[in-house]
């Protein structure tokens, strides 16, 4: 059932951060005796192994000290009058449609604003988040989650603008139901931020029940959120004479990195010279929490890489702008690791204490550890005299954007501003987000006039991306190329080979299957990505190296690919150990039945496998927990249709539209379902309104025409058809399809360019390429 597909194992988006995606959970407000047993029960489970922060301070009283001011120390707390930063005195504010009352009762933090139903209900604050520049809000529930208000604080100073209550939305109105309101399962902490504010943190989630019976060792992160669990190390330190242990008790010892010696150069003012050290196993630390990704396994180990238990999302258009820039809220190590500094050798803790997290040096000196400043701070180098006010180092090259209203976050791929880029892909540029009065052509030519033409920087593949996120068929070749060179970061390697899954074509192939040997697991997981719809005998033989890849990410991968493989299609050699990888790849998809997307990804696993009554149990369980999940309809609607079932079919797609009626996907599914009943009209009705209501889905459009035609509305369909390839100029269906209308009335003036194109999308086409050829001598 090549329709069911799977989706994000849900994205855990790093420190202090909910997006939704999806409905509203369950909630009501608790009482403080059910609230002290679920504190007391989210602290009394610690696992074994781990001796709390407080055991390291000592033997590390300086870095205990350290730590203990530090934000990360503060990730999350009780609700007191200690940790509580907002005032609480009776204020009522207002934003977007929405109120909030913050009072205390009896001590006790209270929050007046809508419920799950959207009307006012008042809530006990069980729990801080967070600390600067903003500290959120828990609301603890009887059935384990805790879910994140949407009013937050400004801990900034008075003067910032801060002190003072604001909607983490700002001006976007969030009512009760939609998918962005505070009650829901976006919003649940247990899921989206627990794992990252919290130490050794187990989810427990139980799916008979619906309920979370979450533990962790430290409410905040501790000492053993970076050095795994410290027990055999403080015994190790307790002993006398001390066991020659190179691991000093640690199961797994965060690596000692040699020191680097970058001393700059009289020439460039900027250390010369290759990498002097590996930074991955310490960049890894920090990446668990500071990358846009999604966890495969509770099982992390300091010092592994990140793949082992998180997927880390690539450079795509929705996350990032086509030179890599950050665009969403995807955090520092995807942007870091495009970096010239990451590919030198350079690592979080070179400019950030590991301790107190903040910077070593101030904000104008952390560039000079490595940097002449005589080089770099005159007005030759900066195009700006010196004077207070002047951008520096950072404002240049670690150009900032806002998140939840007040969060300044810099973008860690320290590149060279460009606004060349803003002018031909669409990016932003860092003398632009200053003299916003001015254009991009303006900045252009006075970067040129400073630094010539060709001063472009250590990132080069906006315009690759550019084209690829166009569907322009020049993308191919760039891509290929970016894929194989070594010398690129490996996430644009990875990314490359995402983007070039729409330019398939021999040469697009042999590239994928020669990545599957790529030392960087990123690169390896897409590449497996692409090869997922091969036919099955080819599949078990392109990945069968990769069966037993040291990487978990990687091994997810390949289990998912080769999940609708029968074991008789595989060599007799490898079965037993396709066996053990489909067990480890259900055991993982099992973690994620809290969330309607888990159940989708296990159900599309479990229909591979064949276990076709376990799938469909999955996906009413995903619909249970969200009616308003439409993918998950649309699955099972798919598989009803698959199985025969097809009057069940069109009834979940009603049910889905009922509470979801703008969804495009549901809409174009029951078409399908009314087409296959005969029921046409009603079937063109719902076709249309998937291809208006989702314009960005070339499909829906070229089925809609498609439709239109084979009922004998051909002016109709034609006029969809070429309104829908405006929109989507290189889509090979409707190029194909508006081919086919013009070669069938005869116009040779529109097919030319129509088949030229086509077979640009298509090289190893002959006959296309044939028909081109003769459609343009004509």
Not at 21 to 27: C, K
Request: charged share 20%; with cysteine; hydrophobic share 40%.
């Amino acid at each position: 059932m090549r329709n069911l597909h799977y989706g994000l194992l849900g994205l855990v988006f790093g420190v202090g951060i909910f997006l939704a995606v999806l409905a509203p959970g369950r909630g009501q407000s608790v009482a403080p005796s059910e609230l002290a047993g679920a504190i007391g029960a989210l602290s009394a489970h610690a696992p074994a192994g781990y001796a709390g922060s407080q055991a390291c301070a000592t033997c590390h009283s300086a870095e205990h000290k350290a730590w203990t001011a530090s934000q990360h120390a503060q990730a999350m707390s009780v609700a007191t009058a200690e940790t509580v930063r907002g005032d609480f005195s009776g204020q009522k504010v207002e934003k977007a449609g929405s109120s909030g009352r913050f009072f205390k009762q009896d001590g006790q933090f209270m929050v007046e604003t809508e419920g799950r139903d959207g009307k006012p209900e008042t809530f006990r604050v069980s729990h801080t988040f967070g600390l600067e520049p903003l500290q959120q809000y828990l609301v603890s529930f009887p059935d384990g989650r805790l879910q994140a208000l949407p009013w937050a604080w400004d801990t900034r100073p008075k003067a910032e603008g801060g002190q003072r209550w604001f909607h983490v939305y700002g001006d976007q109105a969030i009512p009760a139901g939609d998918p962005l309101h505070w009650t829901g399962r976006q919003q649940t902490w247990n899921y989206m931020c627990a794992e990252c504010h919290s130490t050794a943190l187990k989810k427990n989630y139980d799916a008979k029940s619906n309920t979370y019976h979450t533990t962790f060792s430290e409410i905040s992160i501790g000492c053993e959120s970076c050095h795994g669990p410290g027990v055999g190390h403080v015994t190790w330190a307790g002993q006398s004479p001390r066991a020659n242990d190179p691991n000093k008790g640690f199961a797994d010892l965060i690596p000692r990195r040699p020191p680097a010696n970058w001393t700059p150069t009289a020439a460039t003012g900027s250390p010369a010279g290759g990498v002097t050290r590996p930074v991955g196993d310490t960049v890894e630390l920090c990446a668990r929490c500071h990358a846009r990704r999604g966890t495969l396994s509770e099982e992390w180990k300091p010092g592994k890489d990140l793949a082992q238990t998180h997927a880390s999302a690539y450079l795509t258009h929705d996350l990032f702008y086509a030179d890599g820039q950050m665009q969403d809220e995807v955090f520092n190590d995807q942007a870091f690791k495009q970096s010239r500094m990451y590919a030198k050798g350079v690592a979080c803790l070179d400019c950030h204490d590991p301790h107190s997290g903040k910077l070593k040096a101030e904000r104008g000196e952390i560039c000079s550890q490595c940097h002449e400043p005589k080089n770099f701070s005159d007005a030759k180098h900066t195009g700006h005299k010196a004077s207070p006010g002047a951008p520096d180092c950072i404002a240049c090259h670690m150009p900032a954007r806002t998140y939840m209203v007040v969060d300044t976050r810099h973008d860690h791929s320290f590149r060279i501003p460009r606004p060349d880029l803003t002018l031909e892909a669409g990016t932003r540029n860092a003398c632009n987000d200053c003299h916003k009065d001015k254009s991009a052509k303006w900045a252009d030519d006075a970067v040129t006039k400073w630094h010539g033409p060709q001063r472009k920087g250590f990132q080069t593949y906006a315009k690759t991306f550019q084209l690829a996120r166009a569907g322009d068929p020049q993308a191919r070749d760039l891509l290929i190329a970016l894929a194989q060179n070594s010398g690129v970061p490996a996430i644009a390697r990875g990314t490359a080979l995402v983007e070039l899954s729409a330019f398939p074509s021999a040469a697009s192939a042999a590239v994928t299957r020669d990545r599957l040997g790529d030392p960087d697991p990123v690169v390896r997981i897409a590449a497996v990505r692409n090869l997922a719809e091969q036919p099955p005998a080819q599949r078990v033989q392109e990945l069968a190296p990769l069966l037993d890849d040291p990487v978990l990410g990687v091994r997810l991968e390949v289990g998912r690919a080769l999940a609708g493989v029968a074991l008789d299609q595989a060599p007799p050699e490898q079965r037993a150990r396709l066996e053990r990888l489909f067990a480890e790849c259900e055991s993982l998809l099992r973690l994620y039945q809290d969330r309607p997307e888990g159940r989708a990804n296990l159900a599309i696993f479990l229909v591979g496998r064949n276990r076709l009554a376990e799938a469909e149990a999955e996906l009413l369980a995903g619909l249970k927990l969200d009616p308003t999940a439409s993918e998950l309809s649309v699955n099972l609607a798919d598989l009803y249709r698959a199985t025969g079932r097809d009057e069940l079919a069109a009834q979940v797609l009603r049910d889905s539209l009922a509470v979801a009626p703008n969804n495009g996907a549901a809409h174009h599914a029951l078409g399908l379902a009314l087409v296959r009943r005969k029921n046409y009209p009603e079937a063109l009705d719902h076709l249309g309104k998937a291809s208006t209501l989702a314009p960005d889905d070339a499909r829906f459009a070229y089925v809609f025409g498609v439709a239109l035609k084979s009922l004998g509305k051909p002016e109709q369909s034609r006029a969809v058809l070429q309104a829908a390839l405006q929109h989507h100029p290189w889509d090979a269906a409707l190029l194909n399809a508006t081919l086919s209308d013009a070669l069938a009335s005869g116009d040779v003036a529109a097919a030319a360019p129509l088949a030229k194109r086509l077979s640009s999308l298509r090289p190893d086409d002959q006959n296309l390429a044939r028909l081109a050829a003769k459609l343009a001598d004509r």
